[in-house]
Structure formats: structure tokens, C-alpha cells
């Protein structure tokens, strides 16, 4: 699939803060469409570094134009200290953000143990993402997790791919 070069720009994350910055003056309809489906992001700078240590447990910490879950710290998951410290050398860095921590959706799916043959049914994070063609949903991607893994749905974490594709 070929996506635009532009779209790297749409990609980098700092676009969700830029949203949270101005939602409050936006039309009601696209308030309630930003909370509802965009985890509340800052940029993570030293003004906001006190406030990303001590609610650590609500937070996660990400690079703003990263992928596949390179660099991501989150709160829930990490010691106070490894916590702390991730988060300043992330503003010594620069180009982070701060979001809001949302446990992932999850659903039951059935997997096969490849040593045994097993059929086992899990539990598993997910998340889709829409392709739009021509401003039209056309698809999507699903990334599903696998018996056991954390909700980091990324290609470093090991996360399953698949496709979704819409029809009439």
C-alpha cells in the first residue's frame, strides 16, 4: 500500500495535543468526538514533568512521532523509579507526549498451541484502525494480542495483524 508522505505528518502524535489545546472552542459535535475516541495528550515538557510523576499510575509517555511502541513507558506497568526516570530523559530529549492511560479493549479469541495441537480460548487486547478511501471506510486493521501479552498492540510487542475489509 502506498500512503502519501504527507501522511507522516498526520502521524506524528502531537497532533492529539494540538486537538486537546483547542477542543473547548471547537463545535459540540467535535468536542464530544475528541473525548470520546482521543486519549487526553500534552506535550511532555518540564512545565508538566512533576504532574507526569506523581499521577504516573493514570499516564503513559510516548516519543510523538515514534511507532511501534519504541519508547513507550507505561505508568501502570512501571516502577516508581524507572517511571521518573523515563519520563526525564524523555524531556531532556525532547518531542515526547503525555497521555492519558487506557486499559485496552478486549475479546475472546480462539488460538492454537502449536506444540500440542491445543485449541485454547483467551482473552486478548485488541484495537482497529479504518482505512479511508476517498473519505469512505474501506477496511481496517486489527491488531490482536495473544494469550498473555500486555495491552501494547505494536509490532515489537509481537502483536497479530489482520485485515479488515468492508463490502456492500
Known amino acids: 500500500m502506498f500512503v502519501s508522505a504527507a501522511a507522516r505528518l498526520l502521524g506524528n502524535k502531537i497532533i492529539f495535543a494540538w486537538l486537546w489545546e483547542v477542543v473547548d472552542g471547537l463545535p459540540a459535535d467535535d468536542q464530544t468526538l475528541i473525548r470520546r475516541h482521543v486519549s487526553c495528550t500534552l506535550p511532555l515538557t518540564a512545565e508538566v514533568l512533576d504532574r507526569a510523576v506523581a499521577e504516573q499510575a493514570k499516564l503513559v509517555a510516548k516519543p510523538a512521532d515514534g511507532s511501534a511502541g519504541h519508547g513507550v513507558l507505561l505508568g501502570p506497568e512501571l516502577s516508581s523509579t524507572d517511571w521518573a526516570d523515563g519520563v526525564r530523559a524523555a524531556v531532556e530529549q525532547g518531542g515526547a507526549i503525555l497521555q492519558e492511560y487506557l486499559p485496552t479493549d478486549r475479546v475472546p479469541m480462539d488460538f492454537v498451541q502449536v506444540e500440542t495441537g491445543e485449541t485454547v480460548t483467551a482473552d486478548v487486547p485488541y484495537s482497529l484502525a ?14 490482536v494480542g495473544y494469550p498473555g501479552c500486555d495491552g501494547v498492540l505494536n509490532l515489537a510487542h509481537g502483536v497479530l495483524l489482520t485485515g479488515v475489509l468492508l463490502k456492500d
Not at 130 to 143: E, T
Open 130 to 143: 479504518p482505512y479511508l478511501f476517498g473519505r469512505h471506510a474501506s477496511g481496517g486493521l486489527d491488531r
